[in-house]
Nanobody
């Protein structure tokens, strides 16, 4: 049974930083991609950042580039998302996803079947 467990998140003021972590168990990673999606109230879920397990190739949404950094720890089956310079528009529920994929052209990140429960990130102005 695959389990996706997130930690981190919370409340921060504009310009602040937060770190999200996600541990996955019960899954053979192979060439899959792990990462984060987010969903704000009234909006669709969107990809934020993903990292391919076998080679570390990373994807960032335009809104995340230059501010967020995704990293992985192969030994611990863990992915981290370091978020800096946070803005009120980053407020959303952030979901960890496992076994997704990166497409070559256009370069994009597609979710896999396994989701965490979500963690709230709130950025106040």
């Amino acid at each position: 049974q695959v389990q996706v467990v997130e930690s981190g998140g919370g409340w921060v003021q504009t310009g602040g930083s937060l770190r999200l972590s996600c541990v996955v168990s019960g899954l053979t990673f192979g060439s899959g991609t792990m990462g984060w999606f987010r969903q704000a109230p009234g909006k669709e879920r969107e990809p934020v950042a993903g990292i391919r397990w076998r080679d570390g190739m990373s994807y960032y949404a335009n809104s995340a580039k230059g501010r967020f950094t995704i990293s992985k720890d192969n030994a611990k089956n863990t992915v981290h998302l370091q978020m800096t310079s946070l803005r009120p528009e980053d407020t959303a529920v952030y979901f960890c996803n496992a076994d997704g994929r990166l497409s070559s052209w256009p370069f994009n990140y597609y979710a896999g079947d396994y989701w965490g429960q979500g963690t709230q990130v709130t950025v106040s102005s």
